[in-house]
C-alpha cells in the first residue's frame, strides 16, 4: 500500500509532532514562515509515505490530510 499526504501550510503551526511521529521521515520543517507567522511543515519524501496517517492523528491544527492508494483507486483516511 501506497500512500501519500496534503498538507495546508496555513494551518499548521510547525509544532513538529507530525515529525516525531511519523516512521518515514517524510515530513520536514519549511523554511519560510505561513501568513500566520509560524513555520509549517511539508512533505519532503513522500516516496516514503506507507499512508499509515499516524501524521494527522497527532495533528493538533488538523492540517493533514492522508491518503492511501488500495489496488487501483485512491481513498482519503480518516481522522
Known amino acids: ?3 501519500r499526504i496534503k498538507i495546508d501550510t496555513e494551518l499548521c503551526k510547525g509544532c513538529t509532532y507530525c515529525i516525531d511521529t511519523c ?7 519549511r523554511k519560510r514562515f505561513n501568513k500566520n507567522g509560524f513555520f509549517p511543515v511539508i512533505a519532503r519524501h513522500l516516496e516514503k509515505c506507507s499512508g ?3 501524521c ?3 495533528c493538533p491544527e488538523i492540517a493533514i490530510e492522508v491518503y ?3 489496488a487501483e483507486k485512491t481513498r ?3 481522522r
Open 56 to 58: 494527522a492523528k497527532m
Open 68 to 70: 492511501r492508494n488500495d
Open 52 to 54: 499509515c496517517a499516524m
Open 76 to 78: 482519503k483516511v480518516r
Open 23 to 29: 516512521p518515514a521521515g517524510v515530513i520536514v520543517i
Open 1 to 3: 500500500m501506497k500512500g
